[in-house]
DNA sequence: ATCTCATTTTACATAAATTTTACAAACTTA
DNA sequence: TAAGTTTGTAAAATTTATGTAAAATGAGAT
């Protein structure tokens, strides 16, 4: 069951969500002050905030910006009221991993949080290491085995591997790959990815010139298949 | 629900043209001059533009070629005073999806606004698969199967049969196909087009050159039917 | 400071996609 | 039917993306 952590001053909104979404089946904690939710965001453990921008004392700008100095990975949904000139680039600089302008259906948002909780989905709980062909990954204690034999993976390398087997199955996007792996400002060449993806599949792959788990899908990016 | 963003300086041909559209079911923003509308076309959500040529300052044509340059999905109907040969072209010149002569009955605006939100509408959300014939295309893997067996299709390939999904039914022209798949400045000689259907055909027809699906027509482009 | 390792950039080769060209076939129109 | 278009088709020519190795850069550790 995912946890959610809904921030916003409005009581009938916030209300409206709550219900909405324990009845979807979430976990659903409150907070009607950018304060109280910024710490709850920081000491509890969710799996995504619900965030209002326009909050009394702390903003939601702010809360979202330190939230995710600490917990990069906590996705963050805003939610903008309609009239409000904020536009939604101010609102993805700051971190957020989308945003929903007010009113919107319910519908919408539980696409919307479906669609995130999906991309910044985790390996599930407990289980922390992860095989495929002759390789074996130990995200927790970032060992690699190939062929039973430990081979040295950098930190990014895991973690190149740890969004792609995360997302086993699709097409990832160079460009999602940068963002997501690298960061938000940092936008090296694009053949960076292109090198760790070859250094990976000479070390994880049988046949490193006839891939069979890290896939090029041409014009579009990279694919994980187990 | 769609939303839809209008651009009209004149007040009382603004509030008679919210309020039936508000009456009609689409959320509604407005905007009455042109740097503010193209602000918020720009930096907010919405599923198509009604946008009147005479403004003060920022004129409609401008308005909608700057819009078009980023978003080039988002569609335009403009609205125009002058029922003059010109301005019809020039509108649809300036990249605009439909133009509408004022004064003009507020059934032929919504029919107008029916036919372009259908003309654009994407997939349903959450389904990235398709199937007709022998095919069926997953738009989010990349994968295209043809009797079961999978065939390689480029990403161009894939685009061009999303859009064409996109309007099935519909004669797509040349041009559009040139526009909307290759971009603006590109403009590649039209028989590229052609023998990107040839090679669809190829991949995806039972008899290639009997096409069932990616189907002629003489004198305009091509249709896609299911 | 020097060494080591991770990371990024550069450069070039190669494979694949894209575009152009050319001509045949089909259709339109007078 | 003949002339003029438009489209089908294959193959050649060109461009672009990716594979790949090696050099340059940077950040820590000794």
């Known amino acids: 069951m995912n946890s959610i952590l809904i921030i ?7 209300r409206g969500l709550k219900d909405n979404l324990t009845f979807e089946g979430y976990k659903v904690s409150t907070s009607t002050n950018g304060e109280e939710g910024l710490k709850k965001a ?27 100095k ?24 700051v971190g957020a991993d989308d945003y929903i302008t007010k009113p919107f259906g319910i519908p919408e948002l539980l696409a919307r949080i479906r669609v995130v909780l999906r991309r910044t989905n ?3 709980v407990g289980i922390d290491t992860y095989s495929f062909g002759n390789a074996t ?16 993976l950098s930190s990014k390398e895991f973690a190149i591997m740890k969004f792609m087997i995360d997302r ?11 963002q997501k792996v690298w960061g938000y400002e940092r936008v090296p060449t694009t053949r960076t990815v292109d090198n760790y ?10 046949e490193p ?8 899908i041409r014009g579009v990016g990279y694919k994980f298949e187990s």
């Open 8 to 14: 916003e001053d409005d009581t009938s909104i916030l």
């Open 197 to 206: 993806i070859l250094s990976l599949r000479k070390k994880l792959e049988d």
């Open 42 to 68: 920081l000491h509890e453990e969710f799996d995504l905030v619900l965030l209002d921008i326009m909050l009394p004392g702390l903003n939601g700008h702010e809360v979202c910006r330190r939230i995710k």
């Open 137 to 152: 990954l130990d995200f927790k204690k970032y060992i690699a085995l190939f062929k039973n034999k430990e081979v040295n």
């Open 70 to 93: 600490v917990k990069n990975n906590l996705p963050i949904i805003m939610l903008t009221a309609r009239s409000s000139e904020i536009d939604k680039v101010t609102g993805l600089d």
């Open 122 to 124: 985790k390996l599930p």
């Open 168 to 178: 086993a199955g699709d097409v990832i996007h160079r460009y999602d790959l940068l």
């Open 209 to 216: 010139s006839k891939p069979k788990h890290i896939i090029s």
